[in-house]
């Protein structure tokens, strides 16, 4: 991957406070945001024109009967690998899901104790994977809007959660220090530790392999065959002046670009990190740096690898421990261009 031009980063914006989470369409083709701003609460962007098709306005807290969208701030969202549904998650414990295509509202989910903070589908399907700071996972068949049934193990709220075409979901466990893979069918799971702060947000690679980030600096990559990571870089966005103390940059958010070796990381240290891993996931190699000012709160590689979407705000997504008041809440689309080699004709996104 060569370095993007930074006048070619485009700057979608629209959302008055920071962008919590996006996803874009299995057909590249949209991306999907949505921030903490009760009054804007879903946005539908064209990815070619940077034109806002679609805005769902939310209400304030107690105002729920009023609005078709979220009354409160949305952590995250997830789109069905046919383009079809889309799940968003909130503070309020609500789980929403919408036709992509209308942006109109099919269905509300209620079950989960506390705020929903990770929603994945799994691929080829139509079921849905949900995470809470209730401590639990639970899954949801949305073609027939059915609850299916609820996970219980980690001994923290859940930050993150991802899926790929298993019928098994992964998640991150916060400050319980743990990864957990879920097998659904057999209601048994995996226990993965190796970071020592809050684990953030995860992200499968393949079937085999993930990727996670921690308020502790470090990331880290695993295989599902080992407890420990197979990788652990610390302070991999360096550290910060906080008062007097050198402090890590948290990491805030993971992608991957599904079934290559390919990663990015993303914090508030001014810039978003581009990965390589290498020797069997083995190995980690930092190739280079774009720079971005502001919380990276979510990342997103589009699903032919060709451009990289970033969400921005001025704060965390999940809480107010600082604010950059230089930052742009904003949606970054980042242009990937890839080195010509005449040697492998494979495309990266080949497995």
């Known amino acids: 991957v060569l370095p993007p031009d930074p006048a070619r980063i485009r700057v979608l914006r629209g959302h008055q406070l920071p962008v919590t989470c996006l996803v874009i369409s299995p057909d590249d083709r949209f991306i999907f945001s949505a921030s903490k701003d009760g009054s804007l609460i879903k946005c539908k962007w064209e990815v070619d024109s940077g034109k806002r098709l679609c805005v769902v306005p939310g209400g304030k807290k107690g105002t729920e009967e009023r609005h078709m969208g979220h009354a409160s701030h949305v952590l995250c969202m997830a789109i069905s690998s046919d383009g079809k549904y889309l799940a968003t998650g909130d503070r309020n414990k609500l789980i929403m899901i919408w036709d992509a295509a209308t942006c109109k509202r099919l269905h509300i989910f209620t079950g989960h104790r506390d705020a929903v903070s990770g929603l994945s589908f799994r691929k080829g399907t139509h079921q849905l994977y949900s995470a809470s700071h209730d401590r639990c996972v639970k899954v949801w068949d949305v073609g027939e809007n ?15 959660l991802d899926s790929l075409s298993r019928e098994c979901c992964v998640t991150a466990g916060g400050r319980d220090g743990t990864v957990r893979l879920w097998k ?22 393949n ?25 652990l870089v610390r302070q991999a966005h360096g550290e910060q002046d906080d008062q007097g103390l050198q402090q ?9 670009l599904r079934n290559s070796d390919l990663l990015a990381t993303g914090s508030h240290s001014g810039s978003v990190k581009l990965w390589k891993s290498g020797e069997g996931f083995r190995k980690l190699e930092h190739l280079l ?12 590689f589009s699903a032919a690898g060709d451009f990289l979407v970033a969400g921005i705000g001025q704060e965390h997504r999940l809480g107010r421990w600082w604010r950059i008041k230089e930052a742009k809440n904003s949606i970054c689309i980042i ?9 492998s004709p494979e495309s990266p996104g080949s497995s």
């Open 289 to 300: 740096d774009i720079p971005l000012v502001g919380f990276v709160n979510s990342l997103k």
């Open 335 to 343: 242009p990937l261009k890839q080195k010509t080699t005449a040697s």
């Open 207 to 231: 079937e085999e392999h993930m990727v996670s980030g921690a308020d502790d600096g470090s990331l880290a990559l695993w295989g599902l065959m080992k407890k420990k990571p197979l990788v």
């Open 248 to 256: 890590p940059y948290w990491i805030s958010a993971v992608a991957a």
């Open 184 to 205: 659904i069918p057999e209601e048994s799971q995996l226990v993965f530790s190796g970071h020592q702060g809050s684990i953030d947000c995860i992200q499968l690679i």
């Open 146 to 160: 059915a609850y299916v049934e609820t996970l219980f193990g980690h001994q923290d709220i859940i930050t993150g």
